[in-house]
């Protein structure tokens, strides 16, 4: 029997578990058609702050969207509040294995029959995550880029989501303003991710050869390609310990890839070079939070 897709979903909230970095932007997204976001975190600045953005950001991402129109926006600390009655749960905490584990465990359990429970993990097939979920068919990754302003998004199967909250999940999400693409096999990283994966670490590791600075590519990398910032400018963006998890657990599933990105992460963040979030990391020219 097929899983019975939420049909009023326009009328009900999207909960997003996790206030970090990516968390506040798919927030940002899922409040531009008018309904109700739903943020939680155990960190009340995290909270505050991701609300802070949202409000700010609304009105002109909503304003690009066909149809747009500026919802609300919640924090709270406490799980079972935040999902309650959504039809759509999209965790986006840390890269750990563990802890998405068990979130997805209590998702499962305190979650409507009939909510979503998508993963923003952009390293983790969500199939790594049922351990103690009792319905996979509802389970599945939904990875954003670095929305408003990348809306690509990979969506991928758990190897057990039911055909149906795939279909149904590619044609709603444009409605917000992201544009999915299916992953058809299980690939860590999925699709764009996987090829930025590789792009980034050879980037990160003509750094640590001592080849070039990050300016140095980042420069090269505008002057060849036409954007306006290089690899090191968005992996200060996404975070750098955001960026070492991830390539961690891709060092972890093949033992090849070279040490020195991941080394060279590692001097940074024990320097508490973490990127635009603690005003430093390969650059130092950002706002102090």
């Known amino acids: 029997m097929s899983f019975a897709v939420p049909s009023d979903y326009a009328s009900r909230p999207v909960a997003v578990i996790g206030a970090g970095t990516l968390g506040r932007r798919i927030a940002l997204m899922f409040a531009t058609r008018g309904g109700t976001v739903r943020i939680h975190d155990l960190s009340r600045p995290q909270r505050e702050a991701a609300v802070s953005y949202v409000e700010q ?38 890269e750990r294995l563990e802890p998405k584990k068990r979130i997805f465990g209590e998702l499962d359990k305190v979650a409507a029959a009939d909510a979503i429970l998508a993963s923003n993990s952009s390293s983790y097939a969500s199939r790594l995550f049922l351990d103690h979920v009792e319905h996979p068919e509802r389970v ?29 999940v590619l044609t709603t999400l444009p409605e917000f303003g992201v544009f999915p693409f299916e992953a058809r096999r299980e690939s860590t990283g999925f699709i764009f991710n996987r090829v930025w994966a590789a792009i980034k670490r050879e980037c990160l590791e003509v750094v640590a050869e001592g080849v070039a600075t990050p300016e140095d590519v980042d420069g090269m990398f505008r ?65 102090q939070p």
């Not at 609300?72 to 406490?78: E, G, K, N, R």
Request: proline share 7%.
């Open 57 to 94: 950001n609304l009105a002109e991402v909503a304003g690009g969207i066909e149809n747009g129109t500026p919802g609300a926006v919640v924090a709270s600390d406490d799980l079972g509040e935040a999902v309650d009655g959504a039809w759509l749960v999209v965790e986006a905490i840390p």
């Open 140 to 168: 599945l990754n939904i990875h954003f880029s670095m929305p408003p302003a990348q809306n690509a998004v990979d969506v991928m199967s758990c190897g057990r989501t039911d055909r149906d909250v795939l279909d149904f």
């Open 223 to 287: 002057v060849n390609t036409g954007s306006r910032g290089g690899p090191f400018r968005m992996m200060d963006q996404v975070g750098l310990d955001v960026v070492l998890d991830i390539e961690e657990h891709y060092a972890a599933e093949h033992p090849e890839y070279p040490e020195g990105p991941r080394v060279l992460l590692r001097d940074y963040l024990a320097r508490g070079r973490l990127g635009v979030k603690s005003g430093a990391g390969f650059y130092d020219d950002y706002p």
